[in-house]
């Protein structure tokens, strides 16, 4: 991998191993929807403000609908789904939860796609199952039901970003592609456009959450901008252009960094304890993505699984 894609790759694992961190401090507070809706809102009008700087006016090329609907797939449900889990769930476990990404990718391309599903990524998938479960019975968090409905929450997300990937080849890529930064753009906006309608809900059963919202203290305001501009909006930028300059799969392997960042930001700020079951349970998910990830012989004819993060 060139320099320069690896110094991306370096960032955008901590900005995505970040925002697990982020999460945690603005989502107990706030509460799950208006952290996401903050987040997509934000990360909207900062790609939208770059474009502008930048002098490129966004062509959709009659993808504008694609963009959009892969946007509610790709950042509102996972994004909600992960905002949901850090009011109970440490950083640390959120971010090694989202390492089972390209697990559920597998999972949903033999399922819905058709994809050649080998012995190696079968045991792939079930490998990371036991990575899961280790975290869960063996973590320094309480089994509750508060704290399983939240892990569930995580597995969720990342069943999106699965189902994601294949839908941004069939929707974008193998229908001629755009630009990096217009996919982000539109990606944004379909996750803002879905989110919409459940804030005005929640604002008029609840008109006094708005004064809670604005009452809320600086730190809260200060991760939900870091979380909008630089763990959305210039996340996104630099994905997607991972994508475009090596390939779906080698920009996968942000997955193997995200974790390590997402624990060693949740103990340097949050005073989250890194344990033995953040280890076992780590390294089970990072042989199981070895063995999902690894290059297999293949018929010239099988196609191969483009994944998310």
Request: aromatic letters at 8%; a positive charge; one cysteine or more.
């Amino acid at each position: 991998m060139p320099l320069p894609s690896f110094l991306r790759l370096m960032l955008l694992a901590a900005l995505w191993g970040g925002s697990f961190l982020l999460m945690r401090v603005a989502a107990p507070v706030l509460g799950a929807l208006p952290t996401t809706f903050a987040r997509v809102l934000l990360g909207a009008t900062g790609l939208g403000l770059l474009l502008v700087v930048l002098r490129l006016r966004p062509r959709f090329e009659g993808k504008l609908g694609a963009t959009l609907a892969l946007g509610v797939v790709n950042s509102g449900i996972p994004f909600l789904m992960f905002a949901m889990a850090a009011r109970s769930l440490p950083a640390g476990y959120s971010a090694i939860l989202n390492a089972t990404t390209p697990l559920m990718g597998v999972l949903v391309g033999a399922l819905a796609f058709g994809e050649r599903i080998t012995a190696a990524r079968v045991g792939g998938v079930v490998l990371g199952m036991v990575g899961v479960g280790v975290l869960a019975q063996a973590g320094p968090v309480a089994l509750t039901p508060e704290v399983l409905a939240s892990m569930a929450a995580c597995l969720v997300a990342t069943a999106c970003y699965g189902l994601a990937g294949f839908l941004t080849r069939r929707w974008i890529t193998h229908r001629g592609g755009l630009d990096s930064r217009t996919v982000a753009l539109g990606s944004q906006m379909g996750a803002v456009l879905v989110l919409v309608p459940c804030v005005a809900w929640e604002l008029w059963r609840q008109p006094a959450v708005a004064t809670a919202w604005l009452a809320a203290p600086a730190p809260v305001w200060g991760a939900l901008l870091a979380l909008g501009l630089l763990c959305t909006a210039l996340a996104y930028v630099l994905y997607f252009r991972l994508i475009a300059d090596v390939g779906p799969l080698k920009a996968l392997t942000v997955t193997f960094l995200i974790p390590l960042f997402g624990v060693a930001w949740g103990w340097l700020f949050l005073d989250e304890v890194a344990t033995g079951a953040h280890v076992a349970g780590g390294v089970l998910i990072g042989l199981a993505l070895w063995l999902v990830l690894r290059p297999v012989a293949a018929p010239a004819t099988a196609p191969s699984a483009a994944l998310r993060r």
